[in-house]
């Protein structure tokens, strides 16, 4: 069920006395020893700068994707924050927005890649300095039938948590939307991370745009329509 990927972009240089843990997404370790998977639901879906010998597409259960992590260092500025990607627990985002409560049966795509073997250690180094705007690590398994069988346990994921210095809180859909419609930052804009990641997950498969994803793509067009 595995396919090969060849990563199109190479490890940063940057040596690794310039990478501090200050600020650096730590969580949960990784035991050197096992193999690495690396759940991509964002900007990881289609921005892979890591070398990877395998992919799965499938899902994971009660988290809901959402674009409220600020990014002060990729999609925006400190002064001009844009928004990406994070995972809300089905019970929290329900606390946080009980008027659109998730929907227990939804789930939310994506693509679990096995990293390199020899190269863990430099891609998780890589990683945590990639994600490292208020990120944590977490593991989850990785399905492709509802009721089925884990396609991949205790695969990493990078998750900015609600306690998180960058995590944009109770922000509406329409506030959201405005926020990407606009910002820029070193990786480029902010809708083109939108965008690509909506039209990365209609590849995969039609239904795995999820209605969230779909509502704010549209309002984004419409903003971007009128600026």
């Keep these: 069920m595995s396919v090969p990927v060849v990563a199109s972009e190479v490890l940063p240089t940057e040596p690794l006395s310039s990478i501090t843990t200050q600020g650096i997404a730590l969580g949960t370790p990784w035991h050197p020893t096992r193999p690495l998977w690396v759940f991509g639901y964002g900007s990881i879906i289609y921005r892979v700068d890591f070398p990877v010998e395998a992919q799965v597409f499938g899902f994971i259960h009660r988290r809901k994707r959402a674009f409220l992590q600020k990014s002060h260092d990729h999609r925006g500025t400190e002064e001009n924050p844009g928004r990406v990607c994070t995972l809300i ?20 795509w994506g693509v679990a890649y096995k990293v390199k073997q020899g190269m863990e250690q430099e891609v998780k180094r890589h990683l945590d300095y990639r994600e490292k705007d208020g990120y944590t690590i977490d593991f989850v398994d990785v399905y492709a039938e509802v009721g089925g069988r884990p396609l991949v346990e205790g695969v990493m994921v990078y998750v900015g948590v609600s306690s998180n210095p960058s995590f944009a809180g109770t922000s509406s859909l329409e506030d959201t939307a405005k926020v990407i419609a606009r910002a820029e930052g070193p990786s480029g804009t902010n809708r083109e991370y939108l965008f690509r990641l909506c039209d990365s997950l209609r590849q995969h498969r039609p239904d795995a745009l999820d209605p969230y994803l779909a509502r704010l793509e549209a309002l984004v067009k419409s903003y971007i329509a009128d600026i």
Excluded: I, Q, S, T
């Design 89 to 108: 627990p089905h019970d929290e985002w329900n606390r946080m927005f009980p008027e659109e409560p998730a929907d227990a049966h939804e789930v939310c």
